[in-house]
């Protein structure tokens, strides 16, 4: 019986403590995204919602922070779908299929969810890793070590450029570049 309580309290989340040990983090992360703080504040705020409201879906699979960075990510990304900005497009839009304008090329809506209830949505995601993995790999390698830089490891556009030595506007032909094929490989590869 100990050990069962263990394990159910290692799973449980602990909302009145969010603020005060994710709250910075949070709209730091939010404040890089979209350059505004009264926006990164009202989405972290929205966050903080939106985790309440799911948290009796949390399975104890990710750390709390983690789980409340993806709900963030889903937050900053639904912002810019709402102004539709160039911003919004050029950082959050993927746009495999230039004839097409739906909301099936939004890359979030084309990935597994981590947090499906679906019994094969694990298989699902470890499988569509490799297959990424395998799509990266057969990247030309300047658009393969930009492309991982800022969107797996989210290094700044300004210290990629810095240690590439190219400008921001190279930076960001290579990123449409790498996800342009990096789609087409999925879609004969994966989907």
Same mark, same amino acid.
């Given at each position: 019986m100990t050990h069962l309580s263990n394990t159910m309290t290692a799973h449980q989340l602990q909302p009145d403590k969010w603020v005060d040990l994710y709250a910075d983090y949070?709209?730091?992360?939010?404040v890089a995204r979209v350059s505004n703080a009264e926006i990164a504040k009202d989405l972290v +705020?929205?966050?903080f919602f939106a985790g309440l409201n799911s948290a009796k879906n949390y399975k104890g699979d990710a750390a709390e922070r983690t789980w409340l960075i993806a709900i963030l990510k889903r937050k900053v990304?639904?912002?810019?779908?709402?102004?539709n900005s160039n911003k919004g497009k050029a950082e959050v839009r993927i746009n495999y299929n230039a004839s097409s304008d739906s909301d099936g090329d939004w890359l979030e809506e084309q990935v597994a969810d981590?947090?499906?209830?679906l019994e094969n949505a694990a298989m699902e995601n470890a499988? =569509?890793?490799l297959a990424i993995q395998?799509?990266?790999s057969k990247l030309p390698r300047? +658009?393969? =070590?930009?492309?991982t830089m800022k969107t797996i490891q989210g290094i700044s556009t300004e210290d990629i450029c810095n240690e590439l030595g190219i400008n921001p506007s190279n930076l960001w032909v290579m990123i449409h570049r790498a996800r342009t094929?990096?789609?087409?490989? =999925?879609? +004969?590869?994966w989907y």
């Open positions: 949070l709209f730091n992360y939010a +705020q929205e966050t990304i639904d912002h810019y779908r709402k102004i981590p947090y499906s209830k499988e =569509l890793g395998e799509c990266i300047k +658009q393969s =070590l930009v492309f094929a990096l789609m087409g490989c =999925l879609n +004969q590869n």
